[in-house]
């Protein structure tokens, strides 16, 4: 026993030294290699298994949004030109409707409305007359405070219903009286040489040449 251990001290120190060096190096470089491969495998991780995870995951939110996504909105339909209908086509092409037309924007050049005997009928003492409105009285104080008193004759008032009930005849002497009246009233107030008389006497050649028969013989297909 004696002889080996000499042996063993005879052998150089860095011999002994050198497997026991080279054993913790190989087990250092295993190691070194796993932790490396461990590394990658954190570091690196399989693309293709992390999209497929991401198309799972994104795919039911896909189909979330196709199902909640609001159907289209529907085309508003193309407004259409509206047809004239009888009324429109009586007022626009027919003689008789042209009077009327003319006559109901001056008819206070020829028709008293409302009455004499309309303005003169009594209110009660707490009505006052109703400003722009003759003939019409509002309630003031009392229990009826806000309550309208209309004295004026709708039936025969000026209309475009009232005005069409009439012969052709009739509105044509309504509307020539009405724009002689409004012809003398302009001259009074700006002259003989208005800018406004060529058109009235425009409208009084027109009305002058107004066939009332044949008028309302037309009127009648309206």
């Not at 039936?155 to 012809?183: I, R, Y």
Request: proline share 7%; net charge positive.
């Amino acid at each position: 026993m004696a002889s080996e251990s000499s042996d063993d001290d005879d052998i150089p120190l860095g011999q002994l030294v050198a497997p026991m060096v080279r054993a913790i190096q190989e087990k250092s470089s295993s190691n070194s290699n796993v932790l490396q491969n461990i590394g990658q495998k954190r570091k690196s991780p399989d693309h293709s298994a992390v999209a497929s995870r991401k198309e799972k995951r994104a795919a039911p939110a896909a189909a979330r949004n196709r199902r909640a996504a609001p159907p289209p909105a529907a085309a508003a339909p193309k407004a259409k030109t509206a047809s004239k209908d009888g009324s429109d086509a009586f007022y626009a092409d027919c003689v008789k409707g042209q009077l009327v037309q003319k006559l109901i924007c001056r008819w206070w050049y020829a028709i008293d409305w409302p009455s004499p005997a309309d303005l003169a009928k009594p209110v009660p003492a707490e009505y006052e007359p109703l400003d722009g409105y003759p003939g019409v009285y509002i309630c003031i104080k009392g229990g009826e405070m806000g309550n309208i008193i209309d004295h004026r004759d709708h039936e025969n008032g000026p209309s475009f219903s009232n005005f069409k009930a009439k012969n052709s005849g009739e509105l044509k002497e309504l509307l020539l009286k009405a724009l002689d009246t409004q012809k003398e009233r302009l001259v009074e107030h700006e002259g003989p040489n208005s800018t406004y008389l060529r058109a009235i006497n425009k409208e009084i050649t027109w009305a002058s040449k107004v066939n009332a028969e044949k008028a309302d013989k037309e009127a009648r297909k309206f």
